[in-house]
């Protein structure tokens, strides 16, 4: 019998808020600080009811303009967030993340919507904006990964290329790690929203191969090019 999925109601939403809460049990047990948990838990009930909201009229849009301003929003942002792990001054780094997740983030979108899917027009929102969520993200983190590693190598006393090789490699094992247990430990969520909605799962593996192929070179690039432009500030 083929199973359908229900609207989720708000009651029903809520539980989903008990192995939450196990969570916060245990971090008081154990004399751990529970500020941060909350704060990460306020914000994301926040951040997605009113992006929810958001996105109901960004979908309806068919500007190229306002499409292309909400991305480079959200590149700047993700410029600013990945630069929270590393202990030097935002302003000196901010343009090295910038380009960084600029340039990696650009380039796979444009390979992905108009290689892979041939979205047309190539400002639909609601297939640019998911996408572009997706690359600027793995590019945000592994900026702030490389970042933070090569600059502790760097503070370590360690060379240019020495610190920029350990920081890359550092910065793509969760992207690997991602690739080899795909489909045998994990169904990624793109692959499992889709089966959840009755896409056939020859499809939506399809989609979530063009999805890890994405993220992980989306990530690779971005650390590549952000440890380039810190190359003039590192001993050797």
Not at 59 to 83: C, E, H, T
Not at 100 to 109: P, V
């Amino acid at each position: 019998m083929e199973q359908t999925l229900s609207n989720i109601s708000l009651t029903r939403l809520a539980l989903a808020f008990i192995p939450v809460f196990a969570v916060f049990l245990i971090l008081a047990r154990w004399s751990l600080p529970q500020k941060p948990s909350w704060h990460a838990i306020i914000r994301m009930l926040v951040q997605l009811l009113l992006v929810g909201y958001a996105l109901s009229y960004v979908f309806s849009s068919d500007s190229p303009w306002f499409i292309a301003l909400l991305l480079l929003v959200m590149i700047l942002l993700s410029s600013w967030i990945a630069l929270n792990n590393i202990e030097l001054p935002h302003t000196i780094l901010f343009k090295n993340a910038f380009l960084a997740i600029l340039l990696s983030g650009t380039f796979t979108l444009w390979v992905i919507t108009q290689g892979v899917l041939s979205l047309d027009p190539w400002y639909s929102a609601e297939i640019i904006i998911p996408l572009a969520g997706m690359v600027f993200a793995s590019g945000m983190n592994s900026v702030s990964l490389c970042g933070e590693r090569f600059y502790a190598e760097t503070k370590r006393g360690e060379n240019y290329l020495t610190a920029r090789n350990i920081a890359f490699k550092a910065s793509m094992i969760p992207n690997i790690n991602a690739l080899l247990a795909v489909g045998i430990v994990s169904l990624p969520g793109m692959m499992t929203g889709q089966i959840l909605a009755g896409v056939s799962p020859f499809i939506a593996a399809r989609y979530q191969i063009m999805v890890m192929c994405m993220v992980f070179a989306s990530a690779g690039i971005a650390s590549a090019i952000f440890l380039r432009l810190s190359k003039q500030k590192a001993p050797g």
